[in-house]
C-alpha cells in the first residue's frame, strides 16, 4: 500500500511544525486562523495567489500539472489578479537515498520560503525533492505531505517511481505519470485552503469521521484512498478507459469553497 500520510491534518498555524498525519504521532488537526482561509479563497484582500516553487535540479514539477492546477485555482478561487506558479529557487540535492525526516522539511520550508511579493497577494510554498521520506516503510510510501497551511512537498522521486511501476500501456506510462503528479498536489492543495473541515466549515457533512480531513466521496481528489495505491489504480483505469480528465473536487467540497468566496 502507499499512502500519503501526513496530509490529512495540517497544522494550523505557521509555526505549528506538524504536518498532517493520518495516526502519525505527530499529527495535528487544528485549523487554520480563519483570516489565512479568507486571504487564500477570497479575493477582496488578496486577489493574487502565488504558488512559489523550490524544486531540486531534475525534479521539477511537470509544466501540464502545473498549468492545469493554476487553471484550477483560478476557477474555484477568488483571484481577480490571477494565480501564477513562480519557479524561485533551487533546492540542493541530498541524494537518491536520502531520507527526509520531518524535521529536515520543516528546516527547508522556513529556510527557502522567500519569494518577495506585494501586499496584495497571498504565497503557498511547493517544494519538490528528490530522494525519499523518512516515515517510508516497507509497505507504504509518501507521495506528499502539507503542513502549517503554507507548506506542501511532493516527493518526486517516489511518485515517479511508483507511477513508473504502473501496469498500463507503455504509451499512457508518462500521462499517468503527470495525472498522479497533478492528482496529489492538487489534494495537498486542498488541505491548506481548509478541506476537508480542517479551515472551511462543511455546507453539507461530507468528512469521512475514519480518515481525518477527507472527503467520504471516491468522486473526489480529497478521497482518503486517494493517498495510496488507490489513487494510481483508479487514475490507470481511467486513463485505459480513455478518460484522461483530472480528479476534480467534489460538488461538496467545492460548495465549502463557494461559501467563503462568495459571501458578502
Known amino acids: 500500500m502507499l499512502a500519503t500520510y501526513g496530509c490529512g491534518a495540517a497544522g494550523g498555524g505557521d509555526d505549528d511544525d506538524a504536518p498532517a498525519g493520518d ?3 505527530v499529527a495535528a488537526d487544528a485549523a487554520p486562523p480563519p483570516e489565512r482561509v479568507a486571504q487564500l479563497v477570497r479575493g ?5 495567489l502565488v504558488l ?3 524544486a531540486v535540479a531534475g525534479f521539477e514539477p511537470r ?3 502545473t498549468a492545469d492546477l493554476t487553471d484550477l485555482l483560478e476557477e474555484i478561487l477568488d483571484k481577480p ?3 501564477d506558479a513562480v519557479a524561485d529557487g533551487a533546492i540542493a540535492s541530498r541524494g537518491a537515498d536520502h531520507a527526509w525526516t520531518d524535521a529536515e522539511l520543516f528546516d527547508l520550508g522556513d529556510d527557502s520560503f522567500d519569494l518577495a511579493v506585494g501586499a496584495d497577494t497571498i504565497k503557498l510554498h511547493v517544494m519538490f525533492v528528490d530522494g525519499h521520506s523518512a516515515r517510508d516503510g516497507d509497505s507504504s510510501v509518501i507521495l506528499g505531505l502539507a503542513w502549517s497551511h503554507t507548506h506542501l512537498v511532493l516527493f518526486k522521486a517516489t511518485i515517479e517511481r511508483v507511477c513508473g511501476g ?4 507503455p504509451l499512457l506510462r508518462d500521462q499517468l505519470c503527470e495525472s498522479a503528479e497533478l492528482a496529489i498536489w492538487t489534494h495537498e492543495v486542498g488541505h491548506l485552503i481548509g478541506l476537508v473541515d480542517n479551515g472551511l466549515a462543511m455546507v453539507e457533512p461530507h468528512r469521512d469521521p475514519d ?3 477527507h472527503d467520504d466521496s471516491d468522486a473526489c481528489v480529497m478521497y482518503w484512498a486517494y ?15 480513455g478518460n484522461d480528465a483530472p480528479l476534480p473536487f467534489d460538488d461538496a467540497c467545492l460548495a465549502d469553497i463557494a461559501r467563503v468566496r462568495d459571501a458578502p
Request: without cysteine; hydrophobic residues 45%.
Open 44 to 48: 477582496d484582500d488578496k486577489p493574487r
Open 227 to 241: 493517498e495510496g495505491d488507490a489513487l494510481i489504480d483508479t487514475l490507470a483505469d481511467r486513463l485505459i478507459a
Open 23 to 25: 495516526g502519525s504521532p
Open 52 to 54: 512559489e516553487i523550490d
Open 81 to 83: 489578479a490571477g494565480v
Open 211 to 213: 480518515h481525518g480531513a
Open 63 to 65: 509544466a501540464g500539472a
Open 166 to 169: 504502473a501496469i498500463v500501456p
